[in-house]
């Protein structure tokens, strides 16, 4: 019979603490989605090399696919669901809409969090600096133009 | 442009709940009681199944239910269209990642653990991976069942591995070529290419057992087609089903396939609980459907003019294990292998063959880009050979208006130079360059598709324009169109109007979203909704009003008398009436003999020491009708390009002895934002088109010149022709150093 060990992980999601306990094994991503019904972050590749799953903990952008929720305990967490004000988009998701930065949107959540922890980091990038921060994260549907387009203008509105 | 909707760049309707993740895809629905569905797949290319013990995984506390094929043979085999996938594999495995049993459990990692536990004993048998080989008469026959196969065309008439044949001859072609002062022929060969949607495969199928009714919830862009397979294959009445909205993360031809419906059905079935399932990307890699390998042999008789005499085509399709990924059996892409080009005698075969590999499947513009990197590098290797510049030697035999293309279809409102000129003009094609830059020129065309959709609109009495559709949007922006057309129509912004999206219980059927047909069919269908509406707001005001119908007329907003020129707005109409006014649209529109041309030219820088291919910029003209929302045009055009860049340099899933070998997203390279070079976009707008408001397909045409574009840019730097996809550095370096050698 194979034993599980159980962990309470309490973290701190878009400023709402939270806890559940979990198998050590949960990867953060899955604590995210089925232990805490946030269901805004994504998985697809599942071995961290195309940013769909992306989340800042404490500040920083990490692959939750291949992050285990017992390594984020006691952190704070940005997810897709905590960048609007209520009803007042966050400039990036205003911009991704404007210039269509997105199709299917499955990549998005990943995409607009990989964005903030960018424009955090350096409110003004060029386009190299984007591509390079942003080659992480996979598109299918809009060949990145668009998506380039969008942090460009995010960047502006943001000054 | 309008004012209102169409040709203005319209923001995607579905923007706020994508970008604040809210947006509901199938692995994000949950029911209470959910239970996790997985699969056990086979290590062999081609085996008989001995014996299957799932007594251990049975055992395991959690687990609620172990099927194998033994479960589901019963019912029909499982396909698209033509059926010859078992649901579960039963006595035989064809391919190594073939579904042999499936497990229902609490949670996913007792899943897993469940699979680990089913014992499999297989015999292996001779295995045939070559397309080339399976056509041999010693070759082991895959399907020795293939004439009870439902919904295929073709019969065999002796045992073979050849599921479908075409044959097409025009003119003379053995007197074309007798009349050529020179004969080139070479062989093309194509890679498989994965769909890459984001999204792996997910699903949710609850059996209500009050009523026995089956709920699905999946990423399913022709739920309709999905409910009748499904139906044939339990054997239950397709109207007990019914398929929910939910978003699509991404298609290119993926989501049309359903694979994993039947069996989260009978997993479902067996447990009497709600069943989700989602493919990881290991499994989209080892038992997914990707775009085929195809080698294509081109022949073609030329004179030192320019003229093309006579044009020959074979293309073999390595079929994979199965058909049933294919909803006809079928892809193209043999008639492209002709190419656009006034051509008098020509010949196109095409075979269909088995091979103990994974099944190929719809991939965006299934067939064509095989046939087009074929015909558009060898028309290069032409042009050289007779020591004409390719762009001329194109713009010589393109078809005209009023010609025939080789395969004897007539295409009208014919813009194939102009889109050629336009692309060679925006690329400084003919601007000097230094060495070991090339660049590359390639044209392509798509037709837009035919097909049947619904729509309704509804005006209600607080002023709220709803309009209704069957359309399981995979992300190419339908739902936006329709509220375009309903804004155009009635005269009434775009933010006014919302979308309410039907389960598969509102119409009979509906064709669903493929073949580049989506904006036409649905633009159409919501256009003659609109009619609709007017007529009944017309009728309502001659009722409510008492104003005589006849001198009643619909414009902006508001029905007006043209004999007293008195008018009421269609929201004080509606509240007058204190119920909603509908319209509803069926159509069936037929498929378009306008096609959409696009030329695009490569330009390459190639290092000589490494055989790095550099994309430095790249050139795309678009032949096209009405645009209808530019944002969302130019996102098909740009991730068309894009996909087209991963097949031209680095998208292959490998796969040695039928084993795929590139099994997750780090081995397997798509284009990054870094690898997309400078793009110049040029569209050459018409008023000719299709539909009420005159569109051209758009979502897979640009994808499929960009391979030979790019191929035949690397032969302009740097003299090395590579005929085999992916364009990698190894093999332009390999190509390089032989012609060191050559050149001694």
């Known amino acids: ?159 | 442009m309008s004012e209102y909707g169409i040709g203005r760049p319209t923001p995607r309707v579905d923007g706020v709940e994508k970008v604040t993740g809210r947006a509901r895809y199938a692995a994000d629905i949950a029911l209470p009681g959910t239970l996790w569905g997985k699969t056990l797949h086979s290590p062999y290319a081609h085996a008989r199944i001995v014996r299957i013990d799932t007594s251990a995984a049975r055992r395991l506390p959690g687990v609620h239910a172990v099927i194998t094929g033994a479960d589901t043979r019963d019912g029909g085999l499982w396909g698209r269209g033509v059926k010859d996938a078992p649901v579960l594999a039963y006595d035989r495995v064809r391919y190594a990642g073939e579904r042999v049993a499936a497990v229902a459990a609490e949670d996913e990692d007792i899943a897993q653990r469940a699979l680990d536990l089913i014992e499999v004993e297989y015999e292996e048998l001779p295995a045939v991976f070559d397309p080339l080989e399976a056509l041999r008469d010693d070759a082991p026959i895959l399907h020795p069942d293939f004439n009870s196969y439902v919904g295929f065309r073709y019969k065999q008439e002796r045992p073979s591995n050849i599921h479908h044949r075409t044959h097409l001859e025009r003119g003379d072609v053995e007197r074309g070529f007798a009349e050529a002062d020179l004969i080139v022929a070479n062989t093309y060969v194509t890679q498989r290419q994965s769909q890459g949607h984001l999204e792996p495969h997910s699903i949710l199928v609850y059996i209500d057992p009050s009523d026995g009714r089956v709920h699905v919830w999946h990423c399913n862009k022709v739920p309709h087609f999905t409910r009748a397979a499904l139906a044939h294959t339990a054997g239950i009445p397709e109207e007990r089903i019914v398929f929910h909205p939910t978003y699509i993360g991404g298609d290119f031809g993926g989501k049309g396939n359903s694979r994993l419906t039947p069996i989260a059905y009978y997993l479902a079935k067996a447990t009497g609980r709600p069943v989700r399932m989602i493919s990881d990307y290991l499994e989209e890699f080892m038992a997914g459907n990707p775009r085929h390998h195809v080698i294509v042999r081109l022949k073609t008789g030329v004179k030192r003019d320019g003229t093309i005499t006579a044009h020959q085509v074979e293309y073999i399709v390595n079929s994979g294990a199965y058909a049933a990924f294919k909803p006809y059996g079928t892809i193209g892409g043999a008639n492209q292998a002709a190419g656009p080009y006034r051509i008098p005698n020509c010949r196109i075969d095409s075979v269909f063959v088995y091979t103990n590999n994974i099944p190929g499947g719809f991939v965006r513009a299934p067939g064509e880009p095989q046939g087009v990197f074929a015909i558009e590098s060898h028309i290069d290797e032409i042009a050289r050979r007779i020591g004409m510049d390719p762009a001329e030697f194109r713009m010589k035999n393109l078809i005209a208006e009023g010609e025939e293309t080789p395969w004897g279809e007539r295409l009208e409102h014919v813009r194939a130079r102009e889109a050629l000129q336009a692309a060679l003009d925006a690329a400084g094609y003919h601007e000097p360059k230094p060495p070991y830059v090339g660049r590359g020129v390639a044209i392509g065309e798509r037709g837009t598709g035919a097909g049947e959709g619904t729509s309704e609109i509804a005006l209600y009495p607080d002023g709220r324009v709803v309009v209704g559709t069957p359309i399981f949007d995979q992300g190419t922006g339908q739902y936006t169109t329709i509220v375009q057309v309903a804004a155009q129509e009635l005269g009434v912004p775009v933010e006014r109007v919302r979308v309410e999206v039907w389960d598969t219980d509102a119409v009979p059927s509906d064709s669903g979203l493929a073949g580049s047909r989506g904006t036409y069919v649905n633009s159409t269908a919501a256009y003659e909704a609109a009619q609709e509406v007017k007529r009944a707001l017309l009728r309502l005001a001659a009722r409510e009003l008492e104003w005589p119908v006849e001198a009643l007329t619909y414009a902006d907003g508001a029905v007006r008398r043209t004999d007293t020129g008195e008018a009421i707005a269609w929201q004080e109409l509606v509240a007058r009436a204190g119920e909603p006014v509908r319209g509803r649209a069926h159509v069936e529109v037929p498929r378009s003999h306008t096609t959409a041309f696009v030329a695009q030219v490569a330009e390459v820088a190639v290092d000589p020491e490494t055989g790095e291919v550099k994309l430095q910029k790249f050139t795309t003209a678009h032949d096209a009708g009405t645009v209808v929302n530019p944002i969302g045009f130019h996102g098909q055009i740009n991730g068309a390009i894009a996909m087209g860049i991963g097949y031209a340099l680095m998208e292959e899933i490998k796969v040695e002895d039928g084993r795929v070998t590139t099994l997750s997203l780090g081995d397997y390279k798509m284009p990054t934002m870094r690898d997309m070079p400078p793009l110049t976009t040029v569209v050459l707008p018409s008023e000719h088109g299709d539909g009420p408001y005159h569109i051209r397909g758009i979502g897979e045409g640009p994808c499929t010149p960009v391979a030979p574009a790019i191929a035949n840019a690397v032969a302009d730097a740097v003299g090395v022709r590579i005929r085999d996809l992916p364009i990698t550095a190894e093999k332009v370096y390999r190509a390089l150093r032989q012609n060191d050698t050559t050149k001694g």
């Open chain 1, 1 to 159: 019979m194979v034993t599980t060990t159980l962990h309470t992980v309490r973290v701190t999601v878009n400023g709402v603490p939270r806890e559940a306990t979990v198998p050590v094994y949960r990867t953060l991503v899955d604590f995210l989605r089925y232990d805490l019904g946030l269901t805004g972050t994504k998985e697809a590749c599942s071995v961290g090399v195309c940013g769909a799953c992306t989340v800042l903990l404490n500040g920083r952008p990490v692959a939750s696919c291949i992050t285990l929720a017992v390594q984020a305990d006691g952190a704070e967490i940005t997810t897709i669901e905590g960048l609007a004000d209520g009803e007042r988009l966050h400039p990036l998701q205003q911009a991704f809409i404007e210039c269509g930065g997105f199709q299917c949107g499955i990549c998005t959540p990943g995409q607009i969090v990989a964005a903030k922890a960018l424009l955090d980091a350096n409110p003004h990038p060029t386009d190299d600096e984007i591509k390079e921060w942003m080659m992480g994260n996979l598109c299918r549907c809009t060949g990145y133009y668009q998506i380039l387009d969008a942090i460009k203008r995010a960047a502006e509105v943001r000054g």
